[in-house]
């Protein structure tokens, strides 16, 4: 096992589990023996999902399952009462809540019956299997771009853009690109991107050499704590977990466009207005409050296309939450992001986690736990395929997916794009935040703000997103 991988696996706490959890809602019901046939002929090729966890002296080691049965790892279930929304929030919530059994591979999923037109898939991945940019991929590779796989001659199926170019990669191609445009990487940084991804250890000699890699790494040590609200605090064992109705992705573009910003910019500024009207409604003070959200930044390289194990960094974003104007705190949440144009973080943070990967595993906690005391949350923005997928014969209608929060951090927000759609998703702990659907549910309306600008803006001038900023901002 990777020092990266290990370091994911000795993290695990009963406050926070190192799974990443996700939930796929379909429309209609899902062919059983065809799902059965996907994991086994697409999931269970790669061999980390028939593999247990074995501890070899100071180190750990992948080794075959020699009683592996899908049975172990595919379940079925019902959920109480109404069956609808809120019960699979509070199902999925459970689940994010429940260790994996240490004695099976790391994962297992659940075809649960619903109410709402359909079934959903909830699905839990240990987080030392693969980072998540990589699993989401996995996990659409058991999907069909057709109800009924379309066959080449000779009785082969189509999966994705072409036979040697496997479903998955095409989300994983566009999450690097949207990652790296997001930073604007120069090409001496993506230099040292790859230099330290391959070695994590070569961010001793990269702090030797240059005052680059030094200087992030003194901003890491000395980094100050984000302000101190209600979303941070000591988290319990109960999970909390809601998701929003999606909103329509070519409008958040077209918005953007006039705009001048990205996108991301968008995404990100209306997740911040969520958070601050939140707390403004529980009477919380709201001003000059700063909330710093950690982003995992994909490094993988086009040779790592196809394997698991964990290939990321983090940059740290503060969140503008204490700007009220919604223009404003979107021009100050894209300047923040232009801020992060030259940051090694990402590299940084993956060295870093090699390198206590290989110490002991006391060492490894106080250092993790000082990086995660500075944050509030965990925040990940992936592009999902942007045309109708199927599994089994039934329609992906949403997809969500939460990646675990180290050390205290008690709060993950996910967004994901798929089939021009954007959906938000929140999972936080129950002590801390018991009710993150007040959160979601203003989303969309945080974004609706930005539309309404644009609108009533006269035509003539929208085509000068900077005049559109000077006057609204004055």
Known sequence: MSA????????????NLMQIVGVMIFDGVLDEIRLRTAIEQ???????????????????????????????HLRRAILPGAAGKAELEAFVADLASTPLNPSRPLWEMHLVDTSMGGQALVIRIHHSIADGIALV????????DAP?????????AVRGEDEHDPFWLALWRPATDAMLNAIRLSTNLWAKYVGLATDPLKAL???????????????LLLMSDDTRTRFKGKPGTSKRVAWSAPISLPEVKAVGRVLGCSVNDMLLSSAAGA??????DKGDPVADVEIRAMVPVNLRQPEDEGLLGNRFGLVALELPVGVENPLARLYATRDRMLALKDSLQA?????????????????????????????TAVMTNVPGPQQPV???????????????????????????????????????????????????ARFAGEFEKLLMLVLMEPWARLADPQAVEAELLA
Request: hydrophobic content about 40%; cysteine-free; glycine content about 10%.
């Open 390 to 440: 199927y599994v089994a014969g039934a329609r992906l209608n949403q997809p969500l997916f939460w990646v675990p929060q180290s050390g205290d951090i008690g709060m993950g927000l996910s967004i994901l794009s798929y089939d021009n759609r954007v959906q938000f998703g929140l999972v936080t702990d129950k002590g801390l935040v018991p009710d993150p659907e007040s959160i979601v």
């Open 205 to 219: 000699e990269y702090t030797r050499l240059g005052s680059a890699m030094a200087g992030e790494i003194g901003k």
């Open 275 to 280: 958070l601050r009207a939140y707390l403004a």
């Open 137 to 144: 991929g996995v996990l659409l590779s058991m999907a069909d």
């Open 42 to 72: 697409r999931l269970l090729r790669f061999e980390r999902f028939r593999q247990i966890i074995r501890q070899q002296g100071g180190s750990y080691v992948w080794s075959e399952d020699p009683d592996f049965r899908l049975d172990h």
């Open 347 to 375: 590299p940084l943070t993956l060295s870093i986690l090699g390198a206590v990967g290989m110490a002991p595993k006391f060492a490894q906690s106080k250092i993790l736990d000082m990086l995660a005391s500075k944050a």
């Open 4 to 15: 990266v991988d290990t370091a994911w696996l000795r993290m695990d706490r009963p406050s």
């Open 148 to 156: 009924v796989p379309r066959l080449r001659p000779g009785g082969k």
